[in-house]
C-alpha cells in the first residue's frame, strides 16, 4: 500500500427488527415505557470509510456469505476510487471469493472494532434509529439509508467522527509510489 492509494476501513452492522432498549431522558419519577419489537429478520448493512475525504461507500446484503461480500466489494472497487480495504478478520471478508477480486484487503487484529473507524458511524446510525418500533425491515433500512445519505452530504462531520489523528498519520508514513517501485 502507498500513500497516495485511498483506502476505506469497512466493516458491517446487522439491522433487524429484534429490538434495542436505548436510554432516553425522562423527569424523576418518570418511568419510560419503551416498545420493543421481536422479529427475528436482518439485513447487513456494509460500509466503507474513508478517513481523509470523509466519503462512505454502502450497500445492503442478506447474509455475510463470501460470494454476497464479494458482490459488495466488487461493487465498490468498480463505483469508486478505492484501492484498499481494512477490515476486521471475519470469515466473509476472508473468503476466496473476496480474494479472487485482487483488491488489496489488510485484516485488523481480531476482537479490536474500537481501531476500525466504520463502527464510529455505525454508533451515529444506531443513536438515530434504534429505540423506535418500524413496521417493516425495509422501513428501517430506509430511515438508515436516509441517514448515510445525510452523512454523505457532510464530509466534514464524518472526517471529524472518523478522521482519527493516528490513522491520518499512519497513511502519512506510508511510502509514496515512486519509492515502492523503486
Known amino acids: 500500500m502507498t500513500a497516495e492509494e485511498r483506502v476505506g476501513w469497512a466493516d458491517e452492522m446487522r439491522v433487524g427488527l429484534l429490538g434495542t432498549v436505548r436510554r432516553v431522558w425522562a423527569p424523576r419519577g418518570v418511568k419510560v415505557r419503551q416498545v420493543v419489537q421481536m422479529r427475528r429478520e436482518w439485513q447487513y448493512l456494509n460500509l466503507a470509510v474513508d478517513v481523509r475525504a470523509g466519503r462512505l461507500w454502502?450497500?445492503?446484503?442478506?447474509?455475510?456469505?463470501?460470494?454476497?461480500?464479494?458482490?459488495?466489494?466488487?461493487?465498490?472497487?468498480?463505483?469508486?476510487?478505492?484501492?484498499?480495504?481494512?477490515?476486521?478478520?471475519a470469515p466473509g471478508h476472508r473468503s476466496a471469493e473476496v480474494?479472487?477480486?485482487?483488491?488489496?484487503?489488510?485484516?485488523?487484529?481480531?476482537?479490536?472494532?474500537?481501531?476500525?473507524?466504520a463502527e464510529r458511524v455505525f454508533e451515529e446510525l444506531r443513536r438515530a434509529v434504534e429505540g423506535r418500533c418500524y413496521p417493516t425491515l425495509a422501513a428501517?433500512?430506509?430511515?438508515?439509508?436516509?441517514?448515510?445519505?445525510?452523512?454523505?452530504?457532510?464530509?466534514?462531520?464524518?472526517?471529524?467522527?472518523?478522521?482519527?489523528a493516528w490513522i491520518r498519520d499512519a497513511l502519512d508514513r506510508l511510502p509514496a509510489a515512486q519509492q515502492r517501485a523503486a
Do not use: H
Open 99 to 117: 480474494a479472487a477480486l485482487g483488491f488489496s484487503l489488510v485484516i485488523q487484529p481480531a476482537y479490536a472494532p474500537e481501531l476500525n473507524p
Open 58 to 89: 454502502w450497500c445492503w446484503t442478506d447474509t455475510m456469505r463470501g460470494a454476497e461480500l464479494a458482490g459488495a466489494v466488487g461493487g465498490w472497487q468498480q463505483e469508486t476510487d478505492l484501492e484498499a480495504v481494512v477490515w476486521d478478520g
Open 140 to 164: 428501517k433500512v430506509a430511515a438508515i439509508t436516509a441517514e448515510l445519505e445525510q452523512l454523505e452530504a457532510d464530509p466534514a462531520r464524518v472526517r471529524r467522527l472518523v478522521g482519527w
